[in-house]
């Protein structure tokens, strides 16, 4: 565009300066009216330099009109060009919209540090020291838990020695009562027993705590009621096996736990004799663990009282003792010095 300025400008003011006024032309040709006659009206001096500047380049002007400020008069302090408000004004918008943005994600950032430090605090529970109960949370507004973590909470539980405990005495109950005859007995039907309850208990807890959960969005922990009437506890530590909590906040039916029990109990088929590969015995094992889920509901729930009251007890106990060992002191003193 400057190049196109310089080579053809001067072209353009020459050709306009004398071709649009002949007048000017004609005037300069006879110097002797323009003596004879001073009153005579002058012709306005040519302009089209300015007009052409100014059309080639207004926006040029423009700036230096704008950024130029206008000289002082004396006894005035120079005036400042005022800050162009278009663009404070987009700096301000972006500034507010970077802002929104860095604090979008420090606030998701928290929420998921929060949820993690919860579930850190799940994987030591432990009834009498023992019993895992991972499952469990006692903060009725614990945040809801992410895919990954509800699969990392239920490998730390299958993988848990608790688990293996729970399956070898169950199968040795299994052994006692010869619940299944096709496996024998010994040391070989007793394997047989102690591997199928594994993985009862592992495809089970896979599907109703980990996979089902993800994918129907509900949480698979016992929130713990811990306070109130026993009938009221005892009712909703049952009710968690058919109604659980969601991960938006709601509450509703237990579909990922009954679901998973019954599609372990179904792939369980697999590795039972054949006499057992009914659609009834499926049915029927499928709820029988669900039924073993309400027991262990019960357990975790009134687990804290029952260690409550045997401390409690506890120090009774050591209390009376202390004060008979007090007693016979107290008892002893006055001998002693009636002796010396």
């Given at each position: 565009?400057?190049?196109?300025?310089?080579?053809?400008?001067?072209?353009?003011?020459?050709?306009a300066?004398?071709?649009?006024y002949?007048?000017?032309?004609?005037?300069?040709?006879?110097?002797?009216?323009?003596?004879t006659?001073?009153?005579?009206?002058?012709?306005?001096?040519?302009?089209?330099?300015?007009?052409?500047?100014q059309?080639?380049?207004?926006?040029?002007?423009?700036?230096t009109?704008?950024?130029t400020?206008a000289p002082a008069?004396?006894?005035?302090?120079?005036?400042?060009?005022?800050?162009?408000?278009?663009?404070?004004?987009?700096?301000?918008?972006?500034?507010?919209?970077t802002?929104?943005?860095?604090q979008?994600?420090?606030?998701?950032?928290?929420?998921?540090?929060?949820?993690?430090?919860?579930?850190?605090?799940?994987e030591?529970q432990?009834?009498a020291?023992?019993?895992?109960?991972?499952?469990t949370?006692?903060?009725?507004?614990?945040?809801?838990?992410?895919?990954?973590?509800?699969?990392?909470?239920?490998?730390?539980?299958?993988?848990?020695?608790?688990?293996?405990?729970?399956?070898?005495?169950?199968?040795?109950?299994?052994?006692?009562?010869?619940?299944?005859?096709?496996?024998?007995?010994?040391?070989?039907?007793?394997?047989?027993?102690?591997?199928?309850?594994?993985?009862?208990?592992?495809?089970?807890?896979?599907?109703?705590n980990?996979a089902?959960?993800?994918?129907?969005?509900?949480?698979p922990?016992y929130?713990?009621?811990?306070s109130g009437?026993?009938?009221?506890?005892v009712?909703?530590?049952?009710?968690?096996?058919?109604?659980?909590?969601?991960?938006?906040?709601?509450?509703g039916?237990?579909?990922?736990?009954v679901?998973?029990?019954?599609?372990?109990?179904?792939?369980?088929r697999?590795?039972?004799?054949?006499?057992?590969?009914?659609?009834?015995?499926?049915?029927?094992?499928?709820?029988?663990?669900?039924?073993?889920?309400?027991?262990?509901?019960?357990?975790?729930?009134f687990?804290?009282?029952?260690?409550?009251?045997?401390q409690?007890?506890?120090?009774?106990?050591?209390?009376r003792?202390?004060?008979?060992?007090?007693?016979?002191?107290?008892?002893?003193?006055?001998?002693?010095?009636?002796?010396?």
């Open positions: 565009m400057r190049f196109c300025t310089v080579v053809f400008g001067p072209a353009i003011v020459l050709a300066t004398f071709l649009p002949p007048r000017l032309h004609a005037q300069q040709a006879d110097p002797a009216a323009t003596i006659s001073p009153a005579q009206s002058i012709p306005e001096a040519p302009t089209p330099q300015v007009e052409l500047a059309a080639v380049e207004p926006q040029a002007a423009q700036q009109q704008t950024q400020p008069q004396p006894g005035q302090q120079p005036q400042t060009p005022a800050p162009d408000q278009s663009s404070s004004s987009q700096t301000s918008t972006s500034s507010s919209s802002s929104q943005s860095s979008q994600p420090n606030s998701q950032k928290t929420q998921k540090e929060t949820a993690e430090e919860q579930l850190k605090e799940q030591t432990r009834v020291g023992v019993m895992a109960t991972f499952n949370t006692r903060n009725p507004d614990a945040l809801p838990l992410s895919s990954s973590q509800k699969f990392r909470l239920f490998f730390k539980g299958a993988f848990d020695p608790w688990a293996f405990g729970l399956s070898a005495f169950v199968a040795g109950i299994g052994q006692a009562e010869d619940s299944t005859p096709e496996w024998g007995g010994g040391m070989q039907g007793y394997g047989k027993r102690l591997g199928a309850g594994y993985a009862d208990y592992f495809m089970g807890n896979f599907f109703g980990a089902l959960p993800s994918l129907l969005h509900e949480d922990r929130f713990q009621k811990g009437k026993p009938i009221k506890r009712l909703w530590a049952a009710a968690s096996t058919v109604w659980c909590k969601r991960d938006k906040g709601g509450w039916p237990n579909w990922a736990n679901g998973g029990n019954l599609i372990g109990s179904a792939i369980g697999v590795y039972y004799p054949a006499a057992n590969r009914t659609v009834s015995g499926t049915i029927s094992d499928g709820l029988t663990v669900s039924a073993e889920g309400i027991l262990g509901a019960e357990v975790i729930e687990w804290p009282d029952l260690a409550r009251h045997y409690h007890k506890k120090a009774e106990r050591q209390a003792a202390m004060d008979a060992a007090n007693g016979q002191k107290q008892e002893a003193k006055p001998e002693d010095q009636n002796k010396n």
